[in-house]
């Protein structure tokens, strides 16, 4: 059986994924190009973008899936060793930094759209809950955000004591709760509606405002406010 693959330096200049963002641009490669260029090399049978395409449509052409495989993970293709795989995570984990970094420079919050824009970057690819609270002065400025615990893949136990302990500490005036659903389903669960409540009450008491609840699944976000649950 004839093998048709042929190396990436047999390609025209213009399709080879270096060469082309050094012409064109970052902005002109895809996907497979760019993790192409980060693996540098395929296997016997594909070419490094063919091997990139092949990783990808495992992860359904998503960069946030592929965002969740481990390096054990990434091994399992031929053609990618340890050193690739960490090559791939390493990257991947800096786009979610500037993601992050970017949401956090925005010093107001303003919307549930800007606290979605914050904790997103942390908690797209977990495939396990966390609960983390953002504290906020007077102004609705950041203070700062803390992760509070993390669980399982159904849930996580969010102290009340805790929170408030921290919230106490930053001297906050108000803060917005925060966690994340893995399975996608954005919808409150009955032990979501009731810390909600208490964490609303108990706030009163100490003059913290909770001023809302964000639930987060993958691409997609609830808001306790929003939806006037609070």
């Known amino acids: 059986m004839k093998n048709n693959y042929s190396s990436i330096k047999q390609w025209a200049e213009d399709d080879r994924p270096r060469e082309k963002l050094l012409m064109k641009g970052k902005n002109a490669l895809s996907d497979a190009e760019l993790i192409a260029i980060l693996i540098s090399s395929g296997n016997r049978e594909e070419t490094a973008v063919d091997l990139a395409k092949r990783i990808l449509k495992n992860s359904n052409d998503s960069i946030a899936e592929l965002s969740r495989l481990t390096i054990k993970d990434m ?3 031929k053609g990618i060793g340890e050193a690739k795989a960490i090559s791939i995570a390493a990257a991947l984990e800096l786009g979610r930094r500037r993601r992050e970094e970017e949401a956090t420079q925005k010093k107001q919050i303003t919307s549930s759209k800007d606290v979605f824009d914050i904790f997103h970057p942390i908690m797209s690819d977990m495939t396990y809950e966390e609960f983390w609270i953002l504290l906020l002065n007077k ?5 700062g955000k803390f992760s509070i615990s993390e669980g399982g893949l159904i849930g996580t ?33 009955e032990a ?21 609840h964000i639930i987060i699944g993958e691409e997609k976000y609830l ?4 939806e006037g649950l609070l």
């Open 75 to 77: 091994m399992k293709f």
């Open 139 to 143: 102004a609705n400025k950041i203070i």
């Open 157 to 189: 136990v969010a102290d009340p004591v805790k929170i408030f302990r921290k919230a106490i500490e930053y001297n906050a005036i108000g803060m917005i709760l925060c966690h994340n659903h893995p399975s996608g389903n954005i919808k409150p669960s």
């Open 192 to 212: 979501d509606m009731n810390l909600t409540k208490k964490m609303k009450e108990g706030g009163k008491l100490l003059d913290i405002s909770v001023l809302d």
């Open 223 to 226: 808001s306790f406010a929003d």
